[in-house]
C-alpha cells in the first residue's frame, strides 16, 4: 500500500515539474500585447443608434435620438463650419467627381409622386437618366488657387451657412475617418444654398428635351430644391477635411405639349427629380521629388 501511495506521489511531482519548466520562457521575459488607441483631436457627440440588415450586415440607418440630434446640431455644425472653411487655405490635389440622375419627385409627406400618367413619356424621363446625362470630372493640381476651384468659386470662404439654416447635424467615427452629414431645411431657398453650392441648374436636363423638339415642347419649369445634404469626411486625428460632398436635389414640375407626329398625346403635367451630387476629393500629400 505504502508502494502505491509513494508511486502516485511521485507521478504528481513528475507532473509538477514539467508544468514548472514549460511555464518558464528562456529568456525569461512575459509575453506582452500592446493596443493602438486612435487620439481624437476634437471629441464631438457621435452617441448614435444604427439599424442593420441582418442577412447582409450593412447598416441600413444611422440615426441620432430626437433628443439627442438637437442638442448635438450646434456642436457638430460648428466644428462643420471651422474646418470646411480651412480647406481653401491648404496646399493639395483635388479630384472632382460627379453623379447625376433622375428619378420620382416626393409628396409633402415624402412619398413618391408618378412621372407623368404617359408611358412614353416615363420612358423618355428614364432614358435621360441611363444615357443622356454627363458624369464630367475635373482636377485641380498641387499648389494651384482652391479658391477658383472649390464652391463657393471665387470666394474666399467654402460655407457660409448659419445654424438657422440647418434641419440636423450628424457624426460618426469610424477608426480614423470622422464623417458629418449637414442636412439644410427642406425645402430650401436658392439664396441658402448659394452659401455653400455652386448652384447650376437643370439645364442639361431640359436640354435633352429640346432635342425632341420636333415630337414635345417642354413649358418653363417650377424648381423646388429639397433634401439638401453636405457631406465631409475628415482625419479624427488632425480635425483636416478629407473630402467634401454637395447633394442636390431639385423637383422638377413642368407640361409637355406633344407636336408632329404625337400631337393626339396633347399637354401632359410632368414632374421629377433631379438629383446631382458632386465630390471633392482632398489630398494634401507633398509628392517629394527627386533629381536625377
Not at 467627381?97 to 412621372?115: F, P, R
Not at 413649358?219 to 469626411?233: G, M, N, R, S, V
Amino acid at each position: 500500500m505504502n508502494k502505491k501511495i509513494l508511486a502516485i506521489i511521485g507521478v504528481i511531482l513528475a507532473f509538477a515539474m514539467i508544468f514548472s519548466f514549460a511555464g518558464c520562457s528562456g529568456t525569461g521575459e512575459e509575453e506582452t500585447t500592446t493596443t493602438t488607441t486612435i487620439k481624437v483631436k476634437t471629441p464631438l457627440p457621435t452617441d448614435i443608434t444604427t439599424s442593420v440588415d441582418e442577412e447582409s450586415q450593412v447598416i441600413t440607418d444611422t440615426t441620432y435620438s430626437e433628443e439627442a440630434l438637437k442638442a448635438n446640431t450646434a456642436t457638430i455644425f460648428e466644428y462643420f463650419n471651422l474646418h470646411i472653411n480651412e480647406v481653401k487655405g491648404a496646399t493639395a490635389k483635388v479630384e472632382m467627381s460627379q453623379d447625376k440622375s433622375i428619378g420620382k419627385a416626393t409628396d409633402a409627406e415624402g412619398n413618391e409622386v408618378a412621372m407623368s400618367e404617359n408611358d412614353y413619356l416615363n420612358a423618355a424621363i428614364t432614358t435621360l437618366d441611363s444615357y443622356m446625362l454627363h458624369n464630367d470630372g475635373a482636377t485641380l493640381e498641387y499648389g494651384e488657387d482652391m479658391a477658383a476651384f472649390l464652391p463657393v468659386k471665387g470666394q474666399s470662404y467654402v460655407s457660409a451657412l448659419t445654424l438657422e439654416d440647418i434641419e440636423s447635424a450628424t457624426c460618426v467615427d469610424n477608426e480614423t475617418v470622422r464623417t458629418i452629414t449637414v442636412n439644410l431645411k427642406s425645402p430650401t431657398l436658392p439664396a441658402t444654398l448659394e452659401k455653400a453650392y455652386d448652384m447650376g441648374n437643370v439645364d442639361d436636363v431640359l436640354n435633352e428635351f429640346k432635342k425632341a423638339e420636333s415630337y414635345m415642347t417642354v413649358a418653363q419649369p417650377t424648381l423646388e430644391y429639397k433634401d439638401c445634404q453636405i457631406i465631409i469626411t475628415a482625419n479624427v486625428e488632425t480635425d483636416e477635411v478629407i473630402s467634401i460632398e454637395y447633394v442636390k436635389n431639385i423637383d422638377v414640375k413642368t407640361e409637355v405639349t406633344g407636336t408632329g407626329t404625337l400631337a393626339d398625346m396633347g399637354t401632359v403635367p410632368v414632374t421629377f427629380r433631379y438629383r446631382n451630387a458632386v465630390k471633392y476629393s482632398i489630398d494634401r500629400t507633398v509628392l517629394e521629388t527627386t533629381a536625377e
